[in-house]
């Protein structure tokens, strides 16, 4: 009989004390939450990962070797299609002519460190030839954002 006792005790306390939900929890719970999604795209409690965001800005090479540029931007954008195909950029697009010099913008997904950031950064021609330049911030943003990559692939005519 104690032992009856001793076991219903805990298991009230239990459902009384330690196994509801608080109640924030249940107010703010996602309906919609597929949790494998979530899982598959690194997010975290709230949906959110980390990112790199690069905006870059016109470099200190000012050649005027027009074929040193043509090759270097050619491989620039080879390089975002190579970086892109292995899910390590997930946006990247030119910049309207600004008073700061931006160039254009990448947002790269998958990047551990700033340091590894760097390195990658490097693989781009246009960079390590100088003509382009990068600032470089960590970013805080939705982790479902890699998921507009193929519909943007069935929206292009003509490829640059």
């Known amino acids: 009989m104690k032992y009856i ?3 219903t005790l805990l298991v009230l306390t239990n459902l009384t004390f330690g ?5 924030s929890d249940t107010l703010n719970a996602n309906p919609n939450y597929d949790k494998e999604l979530a899982h598959k795209l690194g997010g975290d409690a709230y949906g959110m990962k980390r990112y790199f965001l690069v905006i870059l800005k016109t470099g200190t090479n000012t050649t005027k070797d027009k ?8 491989g620039h954008l080879d390089n975002i299609n190579r970086l892109v195909d292995e899910d390590k950029i ?20 998958n990047i551990q460190s700033v340091e590894e950031a760097k390195k990658m950064l490097q693989t ?17 943003g939705s982790a479902a954002l890699p998921e507009y990559l193929p519909f943007s692939d ?3 005519k003509s490829k640059p």
Do not use: C, M
């Open 124 to 140: 781009d021609p246009a960079i390590k030839n100088g003509l382009l330049d990068y600032d470089l911030f960590s970013w805080y």
């Open 19 to 23: 196994q509801s939900k608080p109640e």
């Open 90 to 109: 997930i946006v990247a697009g030119p910049l309207e002519k600004n008073e700061h010099h931006y160039r254009g913008i990448f947002i790269l997904n």
């Open 5 to 7: 006792l001793t076991w």
């Open 154 to 156: 069935k929206i292009w």
């Open 67 to 74: 074929e040193l540029i043509s090759k270097s931007f050619r």
